[in-house]
Every structure is written in structure tokens, then in C-alpha cells.
């Protein structure tokens, strides 16, 4: 079948952002000497910069004037196309001292590099492990948490030792506020390491939490795009709300965290609740009618395969709805925990709230991590592992199901 429309990444953007314009754009504008002021002339380090979310903001630091710009990431096809992508645009890339290094930031040769390169003033850290799906078993768990984590403190106490990173920002997740999830908490033990471990007494460190990144490097919506090209059903859950924002809108929320956040704050974007946050379903719907095809939904992933190629001969397609029931998903986004008080952000596009530091430094839980995820052998189940986290993370209620997305179209 030939589906009416091919995929225009502008359009399709409107279609379920409900926009055509970047809502972060006024403050772009307004900000855009003081965003010049902060970025330019300086050394910038982006870690995880080849993804979407760093990629976006990489190609918006590259327009700031920094003396140097260079990239980290492991994924060595990603910095080729962040590469080729810069370079082909209409302006080109104006940074001379351009680089990228496909380095796991949490390795060694990581700390040789910060250990000989000219201080970075500026470093921006998008390393993450950032599915749900992740927290499926322990083995998935443990990479989970060393990645987000336990590297994330030793790449901390690099920069520090180095003389790296006067200003430091690190993403982190809406899903770090009230978690239910292993990633979520995960994420908000990341926030701990940001701002309270290897910090310079000069040192100034932001965050942001936001929501879902339309078409996302392994987001669901890419999702529909590659189950339509793939002649395959799409999937959605049921009853369960999403905010989302365009890749250039989340490269925009970070440059501004980063550049122009105050000491202390994470950051995050005023969305409205009543008009933003969308039901996946609807979501899904909206992009087979852009296609050109009806939806037609199903219960299991059995009967939506078998009817798809009776209903793509009538431009109609299966969507699958499934009940949220696996481990550690929630059924709407929120920015603000519970124990958290919303501060002025000095921005109108960013609310942001003050970081409140958790008892999982001080309770020895991070260090707990460390050992876990360097040990070979030994025995260690993923409920310890859960208790500890949930000891001293401040509204954490671990939702356990015992099904995993792994189980699911």
C-alpha cells in the first residue's frame, strides 16, 4: 500500500503539538543577547549530544558563537549525522573548533580526556537511559542505574578534579517528580549527583524536567511512523495523558536552562494541563488521519495483525489500545513533586522549581549503587534495590505490575 502523504517532520509536528510555532520562541528572542552573552567565546562540552534532545541543542549552542564546541556520545552513527547535519544546513557551522568523540562518558578514557583537555566553562550532560522499559529485570535495571547514575558521579568528580564546568547543566525527566517508575527515581537520584556532588564552590548548576519529544530518537510516536513503513499495526494505551514538544522546542528548553537557569533550579515548561496534556489515543488517531486512514481499533495484537492487510485495501488501519498495566507507568505527567515549591524562573516560557535535595547521598544509597553495579557476582535482587531507592526518594511509590513493555506491540 501507498500511504496519500509522506511524513513531513513540520507538519506532523502541528498535527500533534497543535501548534506551528515554538511555544519557547519569545524567550529565544527576548533572551537571544544574554543567551549570545552566556555561550559566546566560551568551551562547551555537550555529553549525549548526538541524540535528539543534545542534537537540538548542540545545533542551537553552535549558532551562540562558542570558542569551542565538542560533542560526546557513543553512538557513532549519530555524530556522523549530527555532523552532516550541521554542516548541511544554510548557514553552515561558523564553530572552528568543532569535535566530536564517540566516548562513553563514564568510561575511563573519559576522565583522560577531561584529565588533558583546556577547562570546558560550559558542560551540558544528556547521557541517559531514559525508557521505562529499562527497569524490566535486573540486569537492565543495574545498566540503568549506572548509567544514569553511578557514571554520572564519577563523570562529576572528573569535571571537578579538572577544573571543568563553572556552569554545569544536566536534563533530567518529568517523570522525576512524584516517580512511579525505577527510571523516574533513577533520574531524580541523577538530580542529586547535579547539584550536590562534585559541585566547585563557584560552580553554578541547572536542570529542566519536560515532557515527551514528538518523534523522539525511540519515542512511541517514531513508533507509528516506523510501524506505517513497516506495514504493521500501531499501539496505544489506554486512558493515559501526555505533554509533548517538537525536537527544536526541546533543544530550546535546554539551551535556556542551561544558559540562563539560576543556581539551584530545575527548570521545566509551562504547559497547560487542560488543553495540553493529550490522550495517547487521540494522539495516535491524529497521525493515521494525516496519513490518510481511518483507525480502527483492537484488542490484542493477534486479531489488529491479521485485519491490517483487509483494512489498508480500504485506508483504514489497526490501533491496537492496550491497558496501562505495566511495571512503573503512569497514567499523566507532572513537573513538580510533592515536596517541591514552584520559584520564579526569570522566564516566561519556564516555571521551575528549587532543587530539594533527597537523604540518598547522606543515607549511603548511591554509594550502595556503585557497589552494586561494579560487582561481577553476589546476590541482589531488584526488591533491595527498589527499598533503597524508595527510603529516601521523597513521594517515590514504586508501581510493580510484573509486566513489562517488552510484552507489548
Request: hydrophobic residues 40%; negative net charge.
Amino acid at each position: 500500500m501507498i500511504l496519500s502523504r509522506s511524513f513531513d517532520p513540520a507538519e506532523l509536528d502541528r498535527v500533534v503539538l497543535g501548534r506551528a510555532e515554538s511555544q519557547f520562541h519569545p524567550d529565544i528572542a527576548q533572551r537571544w543577547s544574554d543567551l549570545q552573552h552566556a555561550a559566546g567565546g566560551r568551551r562547551v562540552l555537550v555529553v549525549g549530544g548526538a541524540g535528539t534532545i543534545g542534537s537540538a541543542t548542540t545545533a542551537l549552542l553552535s549558532r551562540l558563537g562558542p570558542a569551542a564546541l565538542h560533542v560526546v556520545d557513543q553512538s557513532e552513527n549519530y555524530l556522523a549525522e549530527l555532523v552532516r547535519e550541521l554542516r548541511g544546513r544554510p548557514e553552515g557551522l561558523a564553530v572552528t573548533d568543532f569535535r566530536t568523540l564517540p566516548l562513553d562518558y563514564g568510561a575511563p578514557v573519559m576522565g583522560r580526556f577531561l584529565e588533558d583537555a583546556e577547562p570546558y566553562d560550559l558542560v551540558l550532560n544528556f547521557a541517559a537511559l531514559k525508557h521505562v522499559r529499562s527497569e524490566k529485570d535486573t540486569y537492565s535495571l543495574l545498566q540503568m542505574l549506572d548509567t544514569n547514575v553511578v557514571r554520572h558521579a564519577r563523570f562529576k568528580h572528573w569535571l571537578q578534579r579538572h577544573g571543568h564546568a563553572a556552569r554545569y547543566f544536566a536534563v533530567s525527566t518529568d517523570k522525576a517528580a512524584n516517580p512511579t517508575s525505577l527510571m523516574g527515581a533513577s533520574k531524580r537520584l541523577m538530580e542529586d549527583v547535579a547539584f550536590d556532588m562534585h559541585v566547585p564552590a563557584d560552580g553554578l548548576v541547572s536542570s529542566a524536567r519536560f515532557a515527551n519529544v514528538a518523534f523522539s530518537n525511540g519515542s512511541l510516536l517514531q513508533g507509528f511512523l516506523y510501524r506505517l513503513n513497516k506495514q504493521q499495526p500501531l499501539a496505544a494505551p489506554r486512558d493515559t495523558r501526555r505533554y509533548f514538544v517538537s525536537q527544536e522546542e526541546s533543544g530550546e528548553i535546554c539551551t535556556l536552562s542551561a544558559l540562563l537557569g539560576q543556581a539551584g533550579h530545575v527548570l521545566f515548561p509551562r504547559l497547560d494541563p487542560e488543553t495540553q496534556l493529550q490522550p495517547l489515543q487521540q494522539v495516535a488517531e491524529r497521525v493515521l488521519e494525516y496519513c490518510g486512514l481511518r483507525p480502527e481499533a483492537f484488542e490484542t495484537e493477534s486479531d489488529a495483525r491479521r485485519a491490517l492487510p483487509r483494512l489498508a485495501a480500504e485506508k483504514r488501519w489497526p490501533l491496537l489500545l492496550t491497558p496501562l498495566d505495566t511495571s512503573g507507568e503512569k497514567p499523566y505527567e507532572e513537573f513538580v513533586g510533592t515536596d517541591e515549591d514552584v520559584v520564579e524562573s526569570g522566564l516566561e516560557t519556564l516555571g521551575a522549581v528549587r532543587h530539594v535535595p533527597s537523604r540518598a547521598i547522606g543515607d549511603g544509597v548511591i554509594d550502595l549503587l556503585a557497589r552494586a553495579t561494579a560487582a561481577e557476582s553476589g546476590t541482589l535482587d531488584k526488591r533491595s534495590i527498589v527499598d533503597a531507592i524508595q527510603s529516601v526518594i521523597p513521594g517515590f511509590s514504586h508501581r510493580e505490575t510484573g509486566k513489562n513493555l517488552d510484552e507489548r506491540l
